[in-house]
């Protein structure tokens, strides 16, 4: 790995100078987060619409309310029993995670209605709220922990009729949220759009993208074609790690200018951090969400690394005060109101070890640039094609095993 040298500024002087010179050329970005009597306001507004929901659903009162008290309670568990005291806002609706959609909204009724009636048992069809697809094998970047790394930059292999068709088919089982990956998706920009334009309505779209050649022209043509969101990813607030990390110069400079473009077009921001061993420390963190805020990003995702694709066999996973280190960051900046204009973090690990995986068809899937579905990106097993066969009889089997068992240090696959 190419060796950096970290400018001694960056580690003595204090984390608000140094944003102002380093990070920071334009004043700090407005915070998108709202809370106290204003998230108050929302929250009543949304578990009214959730009770609308269950009695449409259920058409039964007593159904509708049993469902909705369950409902409550996982969602409080899921938190280890901390009540959300903040709510991004963009664009006029509201997001308490970036995994769900934006209330108020049709595919947020959509979402509600498939998990109340999951809690119940009476759907008919297996439903998932999300997939993750990664729709090329393109990308001109090296990074340190790509799950993708044996397929990239090879022979596409799904035309975009294959692309939509796959989305379509999931759609059909009940999904309210698509999110494209790759490779880096914006190496086909116009199948994006193309799929943007043909895409069933009621399910949001996400892109999940290094930031590369996220345009300003791009950012406005992806809102006009009702992009909801973009996940950066970012690795390091410091520049220098950062593209080291992703083996790319100037990475960090394209990730800041990807957050401004979707900022000002009202996208929905996520960051995502890959926490390694080496990053993990109370400073690191600290200053990763100071920049995150005056980015005026909504969320940060954190992402535990896994030795799959180009971390095969290195020994990277977290050990027990490194998880610790990470459930306080995301405990501290989700529930402590000093830290409200802060992004909400998002962090699987930590829901992970109290209800299970997420993913192998729970809550979401995998699908890779062959079609392939996985449990999740990190588990290399290819389970069914998307392009073959029942989708909902595959999920439903699927379901019944996820890959890995949760415990406190990283999971191994
Ligand atoms: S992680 Fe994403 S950006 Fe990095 S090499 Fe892999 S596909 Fe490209």
């Not at 997001?95 to 209605?113: E, V």
């Amino acid at each position: 790995m190419q060796t950096i040298t970290v400018p001694e500024k960056l580690i003595t002087n204090s984390i608000a100078e140094n944003f102002k010179d380093v990070y920071t050329p334009h004043a700090a970005m407005p915070s998108p987060m709202v809370w106290g009597m204003h998230k108050k306001i929302i929250k009543v507004g949304i578990w009214l619409n959730i009770i609308a929901v269950a009695l449409y659903v259920f058409k039964n009162p007593v159904k509708a309310f049993k469902a909705t008290a369950k409902l409550s309670g996982l969602r409080d568990n899921l938190r280890d029993n901390h009540p959300i005291i903040k709510y991004a806002r963009v664009n006029g609706k509201y997001y308490y995670t970036f995994n769900a959609p934006g209330w108020p909204s049709k595919a947020f009724n959509k979402f509600i209605a498939n998990n109340l009636q999951k809690l119940e048992g009476s759907n008919a069809h297996h439903t998932l709220d999300t997939i993750l697809f990664g729709i090329t094998k393109k990308c001109g970047y090296q990074c340190e922990h790509c799950f993708e790394w044996e397929a990239l930059n090879k022979p596409e292999t799904l035309s975009r009729e294959n692309l939509l068709s796959v989305i379509h088919l999931f759609q059909h089982a009940g999904i309210a949220q698509v999110q494209l990956s790759g490779g880096e998706p914006l190496n086909r920009f116009d199948d994006i759009i193309y799929i943007l334009k043909k895409i069933k309505p009621g399910t949001e779209v996400w892109l999940y993208t290094s930031g590369y050649h996220f345009t300003e022209e791009r950012a406005a043509l992806l809102k006009q074609h009702c992009l909801t969101g973009i996940t950066v990813s970012l690795d390091h607030w410091i520049p220098e790690l950062h593209d080291a990390f992703r083996g790319k110069k100037n990475a960090f400079e394209w990730a800041q200018k990807a957050v401004a473009h979707a900022k000002a077009q009202g996208l929905v921001v996520c960051l995502s951090l890959c926490a390694t061993k080496g990053f993990i420390s109370v400073t690191n963190l600290g200053q990763y969400a100071e920049l995150a805020k005056s980015w005026g990003v909504s969320f940060i995702q954190l992402l535990e690394p896994r030795a799959v694709g180009h971390y095969a066999d290195k020994d990277v996973y977290l050990n027990k005060e490194q998880i610790s280190l990470l459930e306080n960051f995301y405990t501290e900046y989700n529930f402590n109101a000093a830290y409200n204009e802060y992004p909400s973090i998002v962090y699987h690990g930590f829901y992970s070890r109290r209800l299970g995986c997420g993913g192998a068809g729970n809550h979401y899937v995998y699908i890779d640039t062959d079609g392939d579905v996985h449990n999740c990106p990190f588990c290399q097993r290819k389970l069914f094609s998307a392009l073959h066969g029942s989708v909902q009889e595959n999920l439903r089997l699927m379901a019944q095993g996820s890959c890995s068992v949760y415990t406190n240090s990283s999971p191994k696959i």
